[in-house]
């Protein structure tokens, strides 16, 4: 005996609602549509790089998106020490360096905070981590700009800004 269509539909939009029939393209469509400074491309090949994102729902993937800024922080502070220790690198550049090393780490942890606070279901305190994040890549390009040095950490503040709007506007699709 086949369920009346009207519990059907019923039960697929509790299931679109919740989340569980999410995925990284489907997600990534609908932050888009939501927020208009979400790069749908870069949203889908970022998350699908992480090995949670293949089962994740809508919650799951903004803690992913949280988790890639985490790993990029990592990697600036990475590329920051290279840097610094390359006997080519002048002294104004290892002092700029050193003020982006500082905030990278802030980002560190304002990225490790979004995803606390996603995790725990805080969104909008979620969101202000993600925001604070942002804030600390403008603060890093800045300090290049100020001395008239381009910086070598512009695809690490790209990068940082892109995830922190993919995972804002994924915090605004969850229910």
């Not at 679109?16 to 393209?25: H, N, R």
């Not at 888009?32 to 293949?54: A, I």
Request: hydrophobic share 45%; aromatic share 6%.
């Amino acid at each position: 005996m086949m369920p009346p269509t009207s519990l059907v539909v019923v039960a697929t939009v509790v299931l679109v609602l919740s989340g569980a029939d999410a995925t990284v393209e489907t997600t990534c469509k609908a932050a888009v549509d939501k927020d208009t400074h979400v790069n749908y491309d870069f949203c889908v090949s970022e998350l699908r790089k992480h090995h949670r994102s293949s089962d994740a729902d809508t919650w799951g993937l903004a803690k992913v998106a949280a988790n890639m800024g985490v790993n990029n922080a990592y990697g600036a502070l990475h590329d920051i020490e290279g840097l610094v220790a390359k006997p080519s690198t002048d002294a104004n550049t290892k002092v700029v360096l050193g003020q982006c090393q500082g905030l990278y780490d802030k980002m560190k942890f304002a990225f490790a905070g979004a995803y606390d606070e996603i995790n725990g279901r805080n969104y909008a305190a979620g969101k202000e981590e993600a925001a604070k994040a942002v804030s600390l890549a403008h603060q890093c390009d800045d300090a290049f700009m100020k001395v008239a040095i381009p910086s070598p950490l512009r695809q690490r503040s790209i990068y940082s800004m892109q995830i922190a709007i993919v995972c804002t506007a994924i915090i605004n699709l969850i229910k």
